[in-house]
Nanobody, 124 residues
Framework: QVQLVESGGGLVQAGDSLRLSCAAS????????MAWFRQAPGKERDFVAA????????DYADSVKGRFTISRSITRNTVYLQMNSLKPEDTAVYYC?????????????????WGQGTQVTVSS
């Protein structure tokens, strides 16, 4: 099992940037694909971005392509989500998730371990 702790959320204005971090425990971190999902009030939890265990392969939701960047540090056991040009529609609770294999998936139910979430609010 991997324990995940997100940080970096906050209240920003449209056009601003934020960087989310997800600190992971466990020696197997480097072999796990990692992802970010988000959930707005009254909506389902949606895929945002994912990165393979090697860090070579990434996937993004169409709504964030060109604005968000996912990365990982094996030495720090941390995954990051750099969010630029934020929009009010990016407002949500952002969750970090770990998949116990090295390749990515866009499917929520293929991620076994989840963090508690961090709130991102973008004002217009």
């Amino acid at each position: 099992q991997v324990q995940l702790v997100e940080s970096g959320g906050g209240l920003v204005q449209a056009g601003d940037s934020l960087r989310l971090s997800c600190a992971a425990s466990g020696r197997a971190f480097s072999s796990y694909a990692m992802a970010w999902f988000r959930q707005a009030p009254g909506k389902e939890r949606d895929f945002v971005a994912a990165i393979s265990g090697s860090g070579i392969s990434t996937d993004y939701a169409d709504s964030v392509k060109g604005r968000f960047t996912i990365s990982r540090s094996i030495t720090r056991n941390t995954v990051y989500l750099q969010m630029n040009s934020l929009k009010p529609e990016d407002t949500a609770v952002y969750y970090c998730a770990a998949r116990r294999v090295g390749w990515t998936s866009l499917l929520l139910n293929e991620y076994a371990d989840w963090g508690q979430g961090t709130q991102v609010t973008v004002s217009s």
